[in-house]
């Protein structure tokens, strides 16, 4: 349904140079202390406040980055949200919380937009640290009608009938699997107040794939649909005209008239009460109905239709993804501040698109984000190779076991936090079956502003719990490209391969690639098990320590290994490659040195250097693993946390200095570090956070 461009009325007229927390306090904006001052609003002031809180969004988000598209679509709908409903008491859950900086606006914490996303600042979430009116503060998307489900049994429990609890749902994350299970649950739940709101801009980055979206679009494009609603629309009198019980029972007559014409069967059949389509715009529109669904007593759901990006024209105009997330911007004319350098994602992409010209059974799948995994070039040059499935781990990852049992080799790319997501899947309909799935993780280790649920800090850990499965963490273009192609190679096993977010390093070159011990020659199957040397020390010391660093590491153990041998240890850098299991070749490497030191860039339990203390355990050599603590990590650039941890060559040298005079002659085959997963690996002698090393700044 083509909205009304709220350009018309709110108009964004980006202002240029530096944005400042002073424009929370001018104009309406600056008058708002919270949501009660909402409800004393006429609608010019609405409209007047629409424009504003969209002109701050634009401004706010323009200086690091952050989802404008999705809260410039859902301004109307968080006014109208917060004048029918009580907030703290009626609970607003926000599916995903990445739309809910109007919210934030409208509950005091304009001010603090000034650092967004920032270490310490404003989160680009719902935190129940920063307000009661925050619920939810897990990223991850289709949770919020199960959160929803359970708030509303327990008021139903403890006899607080008076309370309604709100769901806030984009059609993408209704499009993940746990929404429906919540909506077959909720639907049942009839003497609990709890109104769905679905957010339809029908888009997750990309237009939201499936049946259920193209039933909703269908709603917006009906022929006649438009006229129809106009045409009742304009009959309806004005509540100021008539008055709102006039209006309201008028608005009464023209929803039964558009449910007769146009039956939302999805969710009446489920027993779910239905109101809509809304036009997400008209924040009269959208309170009458939000006062209709509070009214009922009961699970209800409200079908607003909205645009993502709504009121800015370099967000409407954008086709690819309606700026869901940009980096900083000109908020004049929308281009990106930097021209981004080359990334992990972009050389994925290149090696996928090749592989897929070199054989004709590469497929690939994506849950609803092939643009920020990289998979569109290979969905533009090979569209029926590639599979959206919408926001849908789960269905991803065993949709594609039955790629593999077709005889295709599917490529799942996603983001690593998001593989949580489906790990009984990876498990159980790939592992047990023993077939060659290759699931990509992007965004891996420290992601940085998206705070602790989007840290792709796990994966290592599940990874190394799955029997048969093999992970590789390229730490360049070269090892990526080779990789792929290897894990590509590997039909009788799922594979994974892991990077982080952002630029790809310079290329880290091998001294050379070990492919047997001295047990002689150790299968390597197409490269899985050969191990890169990436430094050596001089000789005299071969034998100080073994320096095993993962993936994106591998720069940065080789600086490690520089600053040592000025002090006199020698190290022999190795990048595992193919890290899990761990290979055969690294034990042997391990044998006769005096220390090893794993460095990884994931959670300590469960990853790789607990599989080299593992695999170590019958030897008598020390081990000290370097890795992300077992806990959740903060929000605040990947480099600021990368610091923070300790996790730089400078730190690492210290460590390792450390640990080698203080622990290389220590009782065999001990670990160096308290091997229990909730022990903070950084808290150790010589460790890295809390505790920094004499003389660190
Ligand atoms: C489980 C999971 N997978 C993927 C993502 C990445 N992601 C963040 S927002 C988004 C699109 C959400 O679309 P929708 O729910 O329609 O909200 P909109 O952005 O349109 O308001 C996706 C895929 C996520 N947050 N969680
Ligand atoms: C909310 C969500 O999950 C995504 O939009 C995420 O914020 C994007 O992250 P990147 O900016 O790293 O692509
Ligand atoms: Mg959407």
Redesign the pocket.
Known sequence: MPHRRATDSTGIRPRTGRTSGQDARSGLLGRLRGPADLKTLGPDELSALAGEIREFLVQHTSAR?G?LGPNLGVVELTLALHRVFDSPADPIVFD???QAYVHKILTGRAAGFDRLRTRGGLS??PSRAESEHDWVEN???STSLSYADGLAKAFQVRGESDRTVVAVIGDGALTGGMAWEALNNIAAGSGRPLVVVLNDNGRS?APTIGGMAQRMAALRLRPGYERMLGQVKSTLPRAPVVGRPLYGALHAVKTAVKDWLLPPAMFSDLGLKYLGPIDGHDVEELESALSRAKGFRGPVLVHCLTRKGQGYPPAENDDAEQM??P?AFDPVTGRPKVTPSTSWTSVFSRELLRAGAERDDVVAVTAAMSG?TGLDAFAAAFPDRFYDVGIAEQHAVTSAAGLAMGGLHPVVAV?ATFLNRAFDQLLMDCALHRLGVTVVLD?AGI??E?GPS?HGMWDMSLAALVPGLCLAAPRDAVTLSEELFEALAVGDAPTVLRYP?GAVPQEVPALRRVTSGDGGPVPVEGGRGAVDVLAQPRAGHENDVLLVAVGAFGGMAVEAASRLADQGIGVTVVDPRWALPVPPVLVDLAAGHRLVVTVEDGGRSGGVGAAVVDALAGTDVPVQVVALPQRFLESASRAELLIELGLTAQVLARTVTETFADRAGRRSGEAATPAGPDADPFDTPGGLSGRRPAGEA
């Open positions: 980055g989802h995903t919380g990445h680009g979430y990223s991850h998307a980055y869901h997330s980096p920020p983001y965004r992601t940085g998206d989007h977010k």
